[in-house]
């Protein structure tokens, strides 16, 4: 059973950046078949970014140019550097498969704030 654990969320200013961290322990897991969704306060959970089955990247409207998903297939870790943060980006942060296959990690606190 893959076991999912985010990291790297935190506090920053409006323009700002974070680089979160995705690491996944349990059975055989593809870091290619993985992306990254956020919930925001009162909302629901969304898809922020992921990898088209030709291997490319993919992103949510709302993030494209700031946001860049990479992926390290030798130790299994995902990653999501976020750049120029605006306060709309303020969430917790999960990876998962697509469709979300795994349990949910507990997630990163991401908080774009003055």
């Known amino acids: 059973q893959v076991q999912l654990a985010e990291s790297g969320g935190g506090l920053v200013q409006p323009g700002g950046s974070l680089r979160l961290s995705c690491a996944a322990s349990g059975s055989i897991f593809r870091v290619k078949s993985m992306g990254w969704y956020r919930q925001a306060p009162g909302k629901e959970r969304e898809w922020v970014a992921s990898f088209s089955s030709s291997g490319t990247t993919i992103y949510r409207d709302s993030v494209k140019g700031r946001f860049a998903m990479l992926a390290d297939n030798t130790k299994n870790i995902l990653y999501l550097q976020m750049n120029s943060l605006k306060p709309e980006d303020t969430a917790v942060y999960y990876c998962?498969?697509?469709?979300?296959?795994?349990?949910w990690g507990q997630g990163t606190q991401v908080t774009v704030s003055l």
């Open positions: 998962n498969s697509l469709p979300a296959s795994y349990s």
